[in-house]
């Protein structure tokens, strides 16, 4: 494999993190498909692209953009979530997949005309030279569109069960990292990137069926589990409860939906 940088984030999603978004990949899709059309008409893909979609994971995004576009090549840290999209993909001829870091991933220089990110995007260790990496594979002229998030949007409000967020909240690392508009252009103009756009938006996000199923799939989301993971079977069914009664205002016809912020984010190599 070629070269790891970010060898913690390569640890979590190909250990329990990317196994349990390969083996629930249609449920995470459900959180983020809200997002997609919004993403895609931003990328705003021609017959003759050739894209890179960054931190593809399952590869859902890939394999919608596939029959619109010359190719797509997906890169990923995560085997279990590559496998997943490997297999989704079969028979698609236009739609490959590499494992590796998109940070420091040998791509041939001015291979794409497009690279593209749904929340794949905000975990670099270094961003400037992860997306100097990313600018480079791109032809000069050549396009970047990606979702980064914004806040934790209505999921505060369930995290407030754990009396303190599972999930990063620091505006230097993790998923909120590229969730200020200022720091998106330094990163962005850091690494060579000009015309940066970085849009507000939000999307209802389906987190189950009902509020037990919802319950069940954010206890076994992979933060949820390590925040909890020294805790008592008491303690673990104490916030069980309490992110039910959370969801429960959300729950309405067939489905648990909670409302998520993201940056949209566009920029020219
Ligand atoms: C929140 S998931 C999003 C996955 C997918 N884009 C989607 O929308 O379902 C973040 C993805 O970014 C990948 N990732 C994180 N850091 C990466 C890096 N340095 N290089 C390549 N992929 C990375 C993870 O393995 C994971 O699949």
């Keep these: 494999m070629p070269k790891i940088v970010n060898t913690h984030q390569a640890e979590a999603w190909n250990g329990y993190e990317g196994e349990h978004w390969a083996e629930n990949h249609d449920r995470y899709d459900a959180v983020n498909a809200g997002f997609n059309d919004m993403l895609l008409a931003a990328a705003d893909l021609s017959p003759d692209d050739r894209v890179l979609d960054v931190g593809c994971g399952n590869g859902r995004i890939s394999w919608l953009m596939a029959p619109h576009v010359a190719h797509v090549t997906g890169i990923d840290l995560s085997g279990p979530m590559l496998a997943r999209a490997r297999t989704t993909a079969m028979g698609v001829p236009n739609l490959t997949f590499e494992q590796g870091d998109a940070q420091v991933f040998p791509f041939p220089p001015h291979a794409f005309d497009v690279a593209v990110s749904r929340f794949g995007v905000m975990f670099f260790a270094d961003p ?128 648990v939906r909670l409302r998520g912020t993201a940056r949209l984010v566009t920029a020219r190599a």
Excluded: C, K, Y
């Design 128 to 255: 400037v030279a992860a997306f100097a990496n990313i600018r480079g594979a791109l032809r000069p002229g050549g396009r970047l569109a990606f979702l980064s998030m914004r806040d934790l949007g209505d999921l505060a409000e369930v995290f407030a069960a754990f009396g303190g967020s599972p999930v990063s909240t620091s505006a230097e690392t993790g998923p909120l990292s590229l969730s200020d508009p200022a720091v998106i252009d330094r990163v962005l103009t850091g690494a060579g990137f000009t015309d940066v756009t970085a849009e507000a938006v939000e999307a209802d996000q389906v987190w189950g069926r009902d509020v037990a199923d919802a319950t069940e799939f954010l206890m076994g989301w992979g933060p949820v589990r390590f925040a909890l993971r020294d805790a008592s079977p008491s303690t673990v069914d104490g916030v069980r409860d309490a992110v039910a009664a959370a969801l429960a205002p959300h729950a309405g016809g067939d489905a």
